[in-house]
Protein backbone atom coordinates (compact mmCIF):
# COMPACT_ATOMS: atom_id res chain seq x y z
CA UNK A 1 0.00 0.00 0.00
CA UNK A 2 1.27 3.43 -0.81
CA UNK A 3 -0.24 6.14 1.54
CA UNK A 4 -1.49 9.35 -0.47
CA UNK A 5 0.86 11.66 1.21
CA UNK A 6 3.79 13.26 -0.49
CA UNK A 7 5.55 14.79 2.74
CA UNK A 8 9.38 15.64 2.04
CA UNK A 9 11.43 14.82 5.07
CA UNK A 10 14.77 16.05 4.37
CA UNK A 11 16.44 15.22 7.97
CA UNK A 12 14.78 11.42 7.76
CA UNK A 13 16.34 10.98 4.26
CA UNK A 14 20.48 12.30 5.40
CA UNK A 15 19.84 9.96 8.76
CA UNK A 16 18.49 6.95 6.70
CA UNK A 17 21.43 7.30 4.06
CA UNK A 18 23.91 7.60 7.69
CA UNK A 19 22.28 4.40 9.01
CA UNK A 20 22.83 2.35 5.65
CA UNK A 21 26.45 4.30 5.07
CA UNK A 22 28.37 4.99 8.06
CA UNK A 23 26.18 2.95 11.08
CA UNK A 24 28.96 3.68 13.38
CA UNK A 25 28.57 7.39 13.33
CA UNK A 26 27.61 9.70 16.11
CA UNK A 27 24.43 10.51 14.08
CA UNK A 28 23.19 7.19 13.13
CA UNK A 29 24.34 5.67 16.61
CA UNK A 30 22.14 8.97 18.12
CA UNK A 31 19.16 8.45 16.20
CA UNK A 32 19.05 4.67 16.02
CA UNK A 33 15.54 4.02 18.00
CA UNK A 34 14.11 7.42 18.62
CA UNK A 35 14.41 10.40 16.37
CA UNK A 36 12.86 13.19 18.88
CA UNK A 37 13.73 15.66 21.48
CA UNK A 38 15.21 14.66 24.46
CA UNK A 39 13.84 14.95 28.15
CA UNK A 40 16.21 15.82 29.86
CA UNK A 41 15.19 15.47 33.86
CA UNK A 42 18.18 17.75 35.26
CA UNK A 43 18.43 20.18 32.10
CA UNK A 44 20.65 22.08 33.97
CA UNK A 45 23.46 19.97 34.68
CA UNK A 46 22.70 17.54 31.33
CA UNK A 47 25.52 16.31 29.48
CA UNK A 48 24.60 17.94 25.73
CA UNK A 49 26.63 15.23 24.13
CA UNK A 50 25.65 12.00 22.18
CA UNK A 51 25.18 9.72 25.26
CA UNK A 52 23.17 12.37 27.26
CA UNK A 53 21.04 12.84 24.15
CA UNK A 54 20.24 8.53 23.69
CA UNK A 55 19.17 8.59 27.55
CA UNK A 56 17.22 12.11 27.10
CA UNK A 57 15.22 10.66 24.04
CA UNK A 58 14.22 7.33 25.74
CA UNK A 59 12.89 9.29 28.70
CA UNK A 60 10.99 11.70 26.44
CA UNK A 61 9.56 8.25 25.07
CA UNK A 62 9.13 7.03 28.70
CA UNK A 63 7.07 10.12 29.23
CA UNK A 64 4.73 9.67 26.87
CA UNK A 65 4.29 5.96 27.11
CA UNK A 66 3.26 6.76 31.11
CA UNK A 67 1.39 9.41 30.12
CA UNK A 68 -0.79 7.17 27.45
CA UNK A 69 -1.43 4.56 30.20
CA UNK A 70 0.18 1.92 28.50
CA UNK A 71 -0.37 -1.42 30.05
CA UNK A 72 -0.14 -4.91 29.96
CA UNK A 73 -3.08 -6.48 27.54
CA UNK A 74 -3.09 -3.61 25.20
CA UNK A 75 -4.02 -2.92 21.91
CA UNK A 76 -1.38 0.06 20.93
CA UNK A 77 -0.79 1.98 18.31
CA UNK A 78 2.20 4.30 17.69
CA UNK A 79 1.60 6.50 14.73
CA UNK A 80 4.21 8.37 12.80
CA UNK A 81 6.54 5.92 14.84
CA UNK A 82 9.78 6.28 12.79
CA UNK A 83 12.19 3.48 13.72
CA UNK A 84 9.95 1.95 16.04
CA UNK A 85 11.72 3.67 19.29
CA UNK A 86 8.23 3.37 21.16
CA UNK A 87 7.28 0.37 19.91
CA UNK A 88 10.36 -1.29 21.25
CA UNK A 89 10.52 0.67 24.74
CA UNK A 90 6.55 -0.78 25.07
CA UNK A 91 7.46 -4.02 23.55
CA UNK A 92 10.40 -4.54 26.33
CA UNK A 93 8.10 -3.36 29.42
CA UNK A 94 4.68 -5.02 28.59
CA UNK A 95 3.32 -8.10 28.27
CA UNK A 96 0.35 -9.70 26.21
CA UNK A 97 0.45 -6.77 23.72
CA UNK A 98 -0.90 -5.90 19.77
CA UNK A 99 1.24 -3.19 19.13
CA UNK A 100 1.18 -1.69 15.41
CA UNK A 101 3.32 0.94 14.28
CA UNK A 102 1.95 3.45 11.77
CA UNK A 103 4.31 5.10 8.99
CA UNK A 104 3.73 6.42 5.80
CA UNK A 105 7.58 6.19 5.01
CA UNK A 106 8.58 2.65 3.65
CA UNK A 107 12.03 3.23 4.61
CA UNK A 108 11.38 3.84 8.14
CA UNK A 109 9.57 1.00 8.70
CA UNK A 110 12.04 -1.60 7.01
CA UNK A 111 14.69 0.31 9.78
CA UNK A 112 11.88 -0.12 12.45
CA UNK A 113 11.16 -4.08 11.17
CA UNK A 114 14.40 -4.77 11.59
CA UNK A 115 14.80 -3.28 14.84
CA UNK A 116 12.20 -4.81 17.09
CA UNK A 117 12.25 -8.47 17.37
CA UNK A 118 9.02 -8.70 19.97
CA UNK A 119 8.90 -9.76 23.29
CA UNK A 120 7.54 -13.42 23.57
CA UNK A 121 4.13 -12.43 24.13
CA UNK A 122 3.45 -9.41 22.35
CA UNK A 123 2.71 -9.06 18.82
CA UNK A 124 4.26 -6.41 17.05
CA UNK A 125 3.25 -5.27 13.31
CA UNK A 126 4.79 -1.87 11.28
CA UNK A 127 2.05 -0.50 8.89
CA UNK A 128 2.58 1.73 6.09
CA UNK A 129 -0.28 4.44 6.31
CA UNK A 130 -1.39 7.82 6.42
CA UNK A 131 -2.40 9.24 10.31
CA UNK A 132 -5.31 11.42 9.00
CA UNK A 133 -6.76 8.35 6.66
CA UNK A 134 -5.71 5.04 9.37
CA UNK A 135 -6.33 2.03 7.55
CA UNK A 136 -7.52 0.40 10.49
CA UNK A 137 -11.57 -0.58 12.17
CA UNK A 138 -13.75 1.72 13.91
CA UNK A 139 -12.70 1.65 18.00
CA UNK A 140 -9.99 -1.43 17.11
CA UNK A 141 -7.19 -0.05 19.96
CA UNK A 142 -7.15 0.73 23.70
CA UNK A 143 -4.40 3.53 23.65
CA UNK A 144 -2.19 5.45 21.05
CA UNK A 145 1.09 7.32 21.33
CA UNK A 146 2.16 9.85 18.42
CA UNK A 147 5.67 11.45 19.24
CA UNK A 148 6.63 14.71 17.89
CA UNK A 149 4.81 13.91 14.53
CA UNK A 150 1.70 16.07 14.67
CA UNK A 151 2.71 19.15 12.78
CA UNK A 152 3.66 16.78 9.46
CA UNK A 153 0.41 15.31 8.86
CA UNK A 154 -1.97 17.10 6.71
CA UNK A 155 -4.61 18.14 9.71
CA UNK A 156 -4.50 17.76 13.02
CA UNK A 157 -8.06 18.03 13.11
CA UNK A 158 -8.35 15.36 10.66
CA UNK A 159 -5.89 13.14 12.92
CA UNK A 160 -8.00 13.64 16.27
CA UNK A 161 -11.03 12.46 14.26
CA UNK A 162 -9.39 9.60 13.20
CA UNK A 163 -7.88 9.31 16.73
CA UNK A 164 -11.69 9.24 17.98
CA UNK A 165 -12.83 6.99 15.04
CA UNK A 166 -10.30 3.83 15.70
CA UNK A 167 -10.21 4.30 19.78
CA UNK A 168 -12.27 2.45 22.30
CA UNK A 169 -14.90 4.97 24.16
CA UNK A 170 -12.54 5.93 27.58
CA UNK A 171 -8.89 5.63 25.39
CA UNK A 172 -5.97 8.08 25.51
CA UNK A 173 -3.71 9.58 23.54
CA UNK A 174 -0.51 11.15 24.08
CA UNK A 175 1.22 13.21 22.20
CA UNK A 176 4.29 15.93 21.87
CA UNK A 177 4.31 18.77 19.77
CA UNK A 178 6.31 22.15 19.53
CA UNK A 179 3.14 25.18 20.32
CA UNK A 180 2.88 28.80 20.55
CA UNK A 181 2.95 30.32 24.04
CA UNK A 182 -0.52 31.63 24.52
CA UNK A 183 0.62 35.39 24.86
CA UNK A 184 1.17 35.32 20.65
CA UNK A 185 -2.03 33.95 20.44
CA UNK A 186 -3.22 37.46 18.51
CA UNK A 187 0.20 37.98 16.80
CA UNK A 188 -0.23 34.72 14.99
CA UNK A 189 0.05 35.99 11.17
CA UNK A 190 3.28 37.33 11.73
CA UNK A 191 4.34 34.23 13.71
CA UNK A 192 3.01 32.08 10.78
CA UNK A 193 5.27 33.77 8.15
CA UNK A 194 8.08 33.27 10.04
CA UNK A 195 7.58 29.92 10.29
CA UNK A 196 7.56 29.62 7.11
CA UNK A 197 10.18 31.60 6.01
CA UNK A 198 12.26 29.07 7.96
CA UNK A 199 15.06 26.48 7.08
CA UNK A 200 13.19 23.20 5.23
CA UNK A 201 15.23 20.69 6.91
CA UNK A 202 12.99 19.41 9.25
CA UNK A 203 10.16 19.19 6.36
CA UNK A 204 6.89 20.53 5.62
CA UNK A 205 5.09 21.72 9.07
CA UNK A 206 1.87 22.93 9.88
CA UNK A 207 2.94 25.94 11.67
CA UNK A 208 2.39 25.61 15.92
CA UNK A 209 -0.87 26.21 17.59
CA UNK A 210 -1.71 27.51 20.98
CA UNK A 211 -2.97 24.99 24.10
CA UNK A 212 -6.58 27.03 23.63
CA UNK A 213 -6.63 26.63 20.29
CA UNK A 214 -5.62 22.19 20.56
CA UNK A 215 -8.25 22.41 23.12
CA UNK A 216 -11.08 23.74 20.58
CA UNK A 217 -9.94 21.46 17.63
CA UNK A 218 -9.82 18.26 19.98
CA UNK A 219 -13.55 19.26 20.92
CA UNK A 220 -14.48 19.68 17.64
CA UNK A 221 -13.47 16.30 16.50
CA UNK A 222 -15.09 14.72 19.20
CA UNK A 223 -12.02 13.74 21.93
CA UNK A 224 -11.14 15.64 25.10
CA UNK A 225 -7.43 17.71 25.64
CA UNK A 226 -7.30 16.60 29.50
CA UNK A 227 -3.47 17.42 29.95
CA UNK A 228 -0.98 19.96 28.20
CA UNK A 229 2.40 19.42 30.25
CA UNK A 230 4.91 22.61 28.92
CA UNK A 231 7.94 20.64 29.32
CA UNK A 232 10.37 22.86 27.24
CA UNK A 233 12.67 23.31 29.75
CA UNK A 234 13.53 19.36 29.77
CA UNK A 235 14.22 19.76 26.40
CA UNK A 236 17.02 22.94 26.41
CA UNK A 237 19.95 20.59 26.09
CA UNK A 238 18.35 18.90 22.64
CA UNK A 239 19.11 21.62 21.17
CA UNK A 240 22.99 22.21 21.53
CA UNK A 241 22.94 17.88 21.10
CA UNK A 242 21.17 17.90 18.06
CA UNK A 243 23.53 21.06 16.37
CA UNK A 244 26.72 18.81 17.51
CA UNK A 245 25.06 15.81 16.08
CA UNK A 246 24.58 17.62 12.67
CA UNK A 247 28.11 19.83 12.55
CA UNK A 248 29.76 16.43 12.91
CA UNK A 249 28.45 14.64 10.24
CA UNK A 250 28.69 18.08 7.95
CA UNK A 251 24.59 18.41 7.63
CA UNK A 252 25.03 22.37 7.63
CA UNK A 253 21.41 22.44 6.89
CA UNK A 254 20.75 20.74 10.10
CA UNK A 255 22.69 22.94 12.13
CA UNK A 256 21.05 26.33 10.82
CA UNK A 257 17.28 24.31 10.68
CA UNK A 258 18.11 23.29 14.86
CA UNK A 259 19.66 26.77 15.90
CA UNK A 260 16.23 28.81 13.96
CA UNK A 261 13.77 26.34 16.26
CA UNK A 262 16.45 27.13 19.13
CA UNK A 263 16.70 31.13 18.65
CA UNK A 264 12.62 30.57 18.44
CA UNK A 265 12.92 28.63 21.50
CA UNK A 266 14.95 31.06 23.14
CA UNK A 267 12.66 34.40 22.03
CA UNK A 268 9.92 32.48 23.29
CA UNK A 269 8.12 31.92 20.29
CA UNK A 270 8.12 28.19 20.82
CA UNK A 271 7.43 25.57 23.62
CA UNK A 272 7.23 21.68 23.84
CA UNK A 273 4.42 20.34 25.41
CA UNK A 274 3.08 16.72 26.00
CA UNK A 275 -0.57 16.74 25.86
CA UNK A 276 -3.18 14.11 26.25
CA UNK A 277 -6.29 13.54 24.27
CA UNK A 278 -9.46 11.47 25.74
CA UNK A 279 -12.12 9.83 23.25
CA UNK A 280 -15.26 10.18 25.35
C1 LIG B 1 10.16 13.56 14.35
S1 LIG B 1 9.73 12.05 13.59
C2 LIG B 1 9.22 11.13 15.02
C3 LIG B 1 9.35 9.66 14.82
C4 LIG B 1 8.97 8.83 16.02
N1 LIG B 1 7.64 9.14 16.48
C5 LIG B 1 9.95 9.02 17.13
O1 LIG B 1 9.58 9.72 18.08
O2 LIG B 1 11.05 8.49 17.06
C6 LIG B 1 8.19 12.34 12.73
C7 LIG B 1 7.58 11.08 12.12
O3 LIG B 1 6.30 11.36 11.57
C8 LIG B 1 6.14 10.56 10.42
N2 LIG B 1 5.04 11.12 9.60
C9 LIG B 1 5.00 12.36 9.04
N3 LIG B 1 3.84 12.53 8.38
C10 LIG B 1 3.11 11.39 8.54
C11 LIG B 1 1.82 10.99 8.12
N4 LIG B 1 1.02 11.79 7.40
N5 LIG B 1 1.39 9.76 8.47
C12 LIG B 1 2.18 8.93 9.20
N6 LIG B 1 3.42 9.27 9.64
C13 LIG B 1 3.88 10.49 9.32
C14 LIG B 1 7.50 10.67 9.78
O4 LIG B 1 7.71 9.72 8.77
C15 LIG B 1 8.39 10.47 10.99
O5 LIG B 1 8.58 9.11 11.24
Redesign the pocket.
Known amino acids: MS?A?A?Q?P??DEIIERLDREPDSSLAVAFK????WGYYVEPGTADDGMAGYIEA?KE??RQVCRAAGVADGQRVV?????????IAHMDATRSDCRFVG????AR?LGVARRLVTPAASNEVRFVA????ALPFADRSFDVM?????IF???SRSRFLEEVRRVLVPGALLAI?DFVLPAVFADHKDDLVAAHRSGSDF??SNAPPITGAEYRSVAAAAGTECIEDRDITAQTVPTYAAMRRLYHEARILNGVRATYELDEARKRGLLEYHLLVFRVP
Do not use: R, S, W
Open positions: PVVLYFQNVHAMTDVGCGFGGALNFDQGDACTALECHFPTYG
